[in-house]
Structures are given as structure tokens and as C-alpha cells.
């Protein structure tokens, strides 16, 4: 928390050092209207990703596909969007690097990398060992039909023998 408040009041000192740079460089009324045009450019931008992203995260929700991607994205935009939000040129050209499309694609693997620096490692324990990708999914079965092939999903018409019984007492009417 304190890493974020630090950074924070970073920003706010880089913002207020080059607005007076850029106030002083080519006038106040100038600076003034950049910083209006950037919010205005920025709202639009804002407004034409959201769009698209929901678009995209409804069509993968709707396919049954797992919207990470799209997850990302649309968190990525309301951060850029807040970011525009607040006064200043450096805030504005983050926000905008955090929307626009082309842009986003490095912002989505730097946030992965963050992300997955701060997760404590997965430890699968126990069960049989398994072969193929170290996800700590599957089915715990290798090859077995001996063909070789990679291990799939199991087929449907596995039938497995048993009986339910009841742990609790029958209850006398």
C-alpha cells in the first residue's frame, strides 16, 4: 500500500513539474487546451474500446470460451479511463497507452507478469503422476490404449460399478 501512495504522489509531482515546463513553453492558454483535447481525445477512445471490449467478452462468455483476454482488456480500459481522467500530460499519455488497441497487447503481458509475480506457486501433491503439461488438470490416465497418443479427455461411456449407501439411520414413520 505504501508503494502505491509513494507512486501516487510521484505522479502528482512529474504532473505539476511538466505542466509548468509545457505552461511556460508554449503559454498557459496552450497548455489549457492540450490538456482539453487530450480529455476529449481520450473519452472517445474510451468510449469506441469499451464498446469493442464488452462486444468481445459477451462473444466469449457466449461461446463458453474463458474470457481472460478479454477480462484483461476491459480492465485495462476502465484503468486508462481513469487515468485520463485525471489532469495532467503524463496521466493522459498512460491512460491513452492503456486503451488503444495495438498498445494494449504489451500492457496485457506486463500486467500477466505482475500478476503472476505476486501468486504463490501451485503445488499439486499426491495421485498418480501424470504425463503432459503441469497444469494439475486432467485425468490422471497415461496411454491406455497404448497407442501413444497424448492422454484425453475420458470417454463418456466409461461405466464405473458401485452402490450408494446412506451413512445416516432410516427414520421410522
Known amino acids: 500500500m505504501r508503494l502505491i501512495v509513494a507512486a501516487f504522489l510521484l505522479l502528482v509531482l512529474l504532473e505539476i513539474l511538466l505542466l509548468l515546463a509545457v505552461g511556460r513553453a508554449i503559454g498557459p492558454w496552450w497548455t489549457i487546451g492540450l490538456l482539453v483535447l487530450f480529455v476529449l481525445a481520450g473519452l472517445y477512445l474510451v468510449r469506441r474500446e469499451s464498446g469493442r471490449t464488452w462486444k468481445a467478452l459477451r462473444q466469449a462468455v457466449d461461446t463458453g470460451r474463458m474470457p481472460g483476454r478479454e477480462l484483461a482488456d476491459a480492465m485495462l480500459v476502465l484503468v486508462g479511463g481513469l487515468f485520463l481522467l485525471l489532469p495532467g500530460f503524463l496521466s493522459d499519455l498512460v491512460g491513452i497507452f492503456l486503451i488503444l488497441p495495438f498498445t494494449r497487447t504489451l500492457s ?3 500486467l500477466a507478469v505482475f500478476i503472476g509475480s505476486r501468486m504463490p506457486p501451485v503445488v499439486v501433491t499426491g495421485g498418480p503422476a501424470r ?3 503441469a497444469s494439475g488438470y486432467g485425468t490422471g490416465r497415461r496411454d491406455p490404449g497404448g497407442t501413444g497418443a497424448a492422454p484425453g479427455p475420458r470417454q463418456t461411456d466409461d461405466i ?4 450408494i449407501v446412506s451413512e445416516d439411520p432410516p427414520t421410522e414413520q
Not at 160 to 163: D, Q
Open 108 to 110: 496485457r503481458r506486463v
Open 131 to 133: 504425463s503432459g503439461p
Open 160 to 163: 464405473i460399478e458401485g452402490e
